[in-house]
């Protein structure tokens, strides 16, 4: 029996950056020996199991061969005999196709190495195309490694593009895909994700909402970039900063409803705000998103434009965008909604030296109304209703000062 260490924990160590998830392969074992050493099975499809002490993943070297469609149409193959180079072989690029023995001896029989030094992502080979994920794992990829000058070599860039073209998409599991693109958000650049699933196809299957917005124009303006599809890419490059992967969605999402415009309507968007919110909704049911993502991504496509207008806002209209956003309650999301809207504003061409004030004004502005609160008023001998409305004159009462110091 021998024990490898495999996939990303061998990448990043060749690039020395941090790993926090080691996984093994399992070399000459059956189930039955690593069940005798302690070992805990956790594997659905395939034996997989946790080392007793340190709780890592092993699995038992296998092969893969496509038995149907998706993600899940694979039947698996695991026996002492499979070696470690098969093994590898059935891993989607050459850069996660390495192994290390005992002695941090590289085992590298598809020059992943090599690819690793030129910044190259390449399949490993022709069975590449047999799984769908791995589209979304290279554009994921891309999200890690783009900015670092990795690129995506051509014979690769066929293979997505194929793979889209033969339908196996259609057959990815929603959360499966979710998985994939939650993680993509968290990653230094989300929105090579978006490219390189726009110039595969995939984005125009997986996500038409998105697809829709290039060659839609804005008014330049507003929009230098002028090209809504390039804008919201724009944004997403910005909203990256934040490192949080909820304000990276809403910003993804915020503009969804310019694709909804009728042509003669172009390059004005009127009501595009509304039709976001519901097509948010829509797709996050689609794709089974979590409740605090598509809560924030509704908010923020709906009243973005109130806070780029916030300067402006009257304050009974400003106190109403607090209670709309349920800002007393939940401030830390209003924090986010924030974060997400300027990103919004410095994600447009020729702005990068802009101040958003409107950021500012509004922090400030709140802070001062969330100042008043009900204990305040309950010595008062008010009813509920009354302390509510008491409650909302105070507040208005203090955005009218906010207003006048401007």
Not at 252 to 261: I, N, P, R, V
Not at 292 to 309: G, P, Q, R, S
């Amino acid at each position: 029996m021998k024990i490898y260490l495999v996939g990303g924990a061998v990448r990043d160590q060749l690039l020395n950056k941090p790993n926090h998830e080691k996984d093994y392969v399992v070399v000459g074992a059956t189930p039955e020996r690593l069940l005798s050493l302690g070992y805990t099975p956790i594997g659905k499809d395939f034996p997989v199991f946790l080392h007793p002490k340190t709780k890592e993943e092993y699995a038992l070297a296998r092969t893969e061969r496509k038995t149907g469609k998706g993600y899940a149409g694979f039947t698996f193959y695991t026996d002492p005999s499979v070696s470690l180079e098969e093994d590898l072989k059935r891993r989607d690029l050459t850069i996660n196709a390495m192994a290390m023995d005992e002695h941090g001896n590289l085992i590298d029989p598809f020059q992943g190495k090599k690819d690793l030094e030129n910044k190259l992502l390449r399949h490993v080979s022709d069975t590449f195309v047999e799984d769908p994920v791995r589209v979304l794992r290279v554009a994921r990829f891309m999200a890690r490694f783009g900015l670092e000058g990795f690129n995506i070599v051509k014979e690769t860039q066929i293979f997505l593009r194929a793979m889209v073209r033969s339908g196996e998409m259609n057959d990815l599991v929603v959360e499966r895909v979710w998985q994939e693109w939650q993680r993509s958000l968290t990653e230094p650049a989300p929105q090579k994700f978006i490219e390189v699933l726009r110039q595969c196809g995939a984005l125009a299957v997986l996500f038409p909402e998105i697809d829709k917005l290039f060659g839609v124009p804005s008014p330049a303006k507003y929009h230098p970039e002028i090209d809504t599809g390039m804008h919201v890419l724009m944004v997403l490059a910005q909203a990256a900063r934040t490192k949080n992967p909820l304000v990276c969605f809403a910003a993804l999402m915020h503009d969804l409803g310019k694709g909804e415009t009728p042509l003669h309507l172009w390059p004005s968007h009127p009501g595009h705000e509304a039709k976001g919110k519901t097509l948010v909704k829509n797709l996050c049911q689609r794709y089974k998103i979590p409740r605090d993502y598509t809560e924030l991504a509704m908010l923020v496509a709906e009243y973005h434009l109130y806070a780029h207008c916030a300067l402006e806002l009257k304050p009974a209209t400003l106190l109403k965008l607090f209670e709309k956003l349920d800002a007393f309650r939940r401030p830390e999301r209003f924090y986010l909604f924030l974060q997400a809207c300027e990103a919004d504003f410095y994600g447009r061409k020729n702005f990068e030296e802009e101040k958003y004030l409107q950021k500012e004004f509004l922090l400030s502005a709140f802070k001062k109304v969330k100042s008043i609160s009900i204990p305040d008023l309950e010595n008062l001998n008010l009813t509920g209703e009354q302390i509510k409305k008491e409650l909302r004159r105070l507040r208005l009462k203090v955005l009218r000062s906010v207003g006048d110091n401007k």
